[in-house]
């Protein structure tokens, strides 16, 4: 593998950098700092870093509950992001939307929706004005695994293909809706099935390789100029913050990170929470020099510290 450039480095530290803001934002969290429910995205970092650096000057973002990793990555400050928490004026969306609808306009995020579906449905909204202003914007939108239940997830797909919008769809697989495993509340859904019934290109990403997701997602929003049409990007990965909870006779049961503390996850797991490319932070070890690594997460934790106070 070719020694990474200064803008993979550029995106190594920004996966760093999410990580370290959502584990500064879980020990407020544990201290009760905060005014609104708070979804944590640990081991998401690498989709949203990737996400935020395929986008254009112009293009939209809309998000779901699951959002402060995609914020954190279009630049809000860890101090912006913390006052929204706290829901004063200074946060990151004047303290009006608290977590699940965070927004941060001037950074490409007009919308972000805590009712599940919402943000697909709004998609096409923000995708169709693209084609009015003609201003060669791209809209991505986010969701989870749960929420293509929604009936939104299949209009949302053929309004953006009967009006060829230029529209990245990325659903983020983790496997769980709430505290429950996908798999035991419902049927498989094929999701590369689900983007050929609407002739739309699918695309499934693996193994959380920030640099790949990166230039896979430009050549995606690149290629929208010539061929509109809504692309369905499905990402897999693993929500972390492990949760075990007590069974009356019985070992504890694991169950998903869904909200609030995690309470299992610490500072003193920073940088990495789990040796494996489900970790995106772990993942960047297999391509980034460890030493230089380290050296960036001191400078980091230096930095942010101070912005949690
Ligand atoms: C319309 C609607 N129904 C139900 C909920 C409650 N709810 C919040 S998150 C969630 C599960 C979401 O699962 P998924 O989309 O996979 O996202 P994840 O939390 O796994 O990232 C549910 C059912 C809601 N917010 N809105
Ligand atoms: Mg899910």
């Known amino acids: 593998m070719a020694r990474p450039n200064e803008a993979e480095w550029a995106l190594a530290a920004d996966v760093l950098r999410v990580r370290l803001s959502q584990l500064l934002i879980n020990e407020g969290l544990k201290r009760r700092e905060f005014k609104v429910p708070v979804h944590l995205a640990l081991g998401h970092?690498?989709?949203?870093?990737?996400?935020?650096?395929?986008?254009?000057?112009?293009?939209?973002?809309?998000l779901t509950h699951r959002n402060l990793h995609y914020n954190l990555a279009r630049g809000s400050?860890?101090?912006?992001?913390?006052?929204?928490?706290?829901?004063?004026?200074?946060?990151?969306?004047?303290g009006a939307m608290g977590c699940m609808n965070m927004i941060n306009p001037k950074a490409g995020i007009p919308y972000s929706s805590s009712i599940l579906g919402n943000c697909l449905s709004v998609s096409t909204g923000v995708a169709l004005a693209s084609t009015v202003t003609r201003d060669g914007s791209v809209t991505f939108v986010a969701t989870g695994d749960g929420a293509i239940e929604?009936?939104?997830?299949?209009?949302?797909?053929?309004f953006h293909k009967s009006f060829a919008l230029p529209a990245i769809v990325v659903v983020e697989n983790n496997g769980w809706a709430?505290?429950?495993k996908i798999d035991e509340r419902r049927c498989p859904?094929?999701?590369?099935?689900?983007?050929?019934?609407?002739?739309a290109p699918y695309v499934r990403l693996a193994g959380n390789d920030v640099v790949?997701?990166?230039?896979?997602?430009?050549?995606?929003?690149?290629g929208m100029t010539g061929k509109p049409g809504p692309v369905v990007?499905?990402?897999?990965?693993?929500?972390?913050?492990?949760?075990?909870?007590?069974?009356?006779?019985?070992?504890?049961?694991?169950?998903?990170?869904?909200?609030?503390?995690?309470?299992?996850?610490?500072?003193?797991?920073?940088?990495?929470?789990?040796?494996?490319d489900a970790d995106p932070v772990f993942a960047l070890t297999q391509r980034f020099d460890r030493d230089r690594l380290q050296a960036l997460a001191r400078s980091l934790r230096a930095e942010l510290d101070p912005q949690c106070r």
């Open 45 to 62: 970092e690498a989709i949203a870093t990737a996400v935020s650096a395929a986008m254009g000057t112009p293009d939209a973002l809309c």
């Open 77 to 94: 400050s860890l101090a912006a992001e913390i006052a929204e928490l706290r829901l004063e004026t200074s946060g990151v969306s004047g």
């Open 150 to 158: 929604e009936g939104s997830f299949w209009e949302t797909l053929e």
């Open 178 to 180: 709430m505290w429950t």
């Open 189 to 199: 859904i094929d999701i590369a099935s689900a983007a050929k019934a609407f002739d």
């Open 212 to 222: 790949a997701y990166a230039e896979t997602l430009s050549r995606l929003r690149d």
């Open 233 to 276: 990007v499905e990402v897999a990965l693993s929500t972390l913050g492990d949760i075990h909870v007590p069974v009356a006779g019985g070992a504890p049961r694991y169950v998903n990170y869904h909200h609030g503390p995690a309470p299992e996850t610490t500072l003193a797991d920073w940088p990495v929470l789990r040796e494996s």
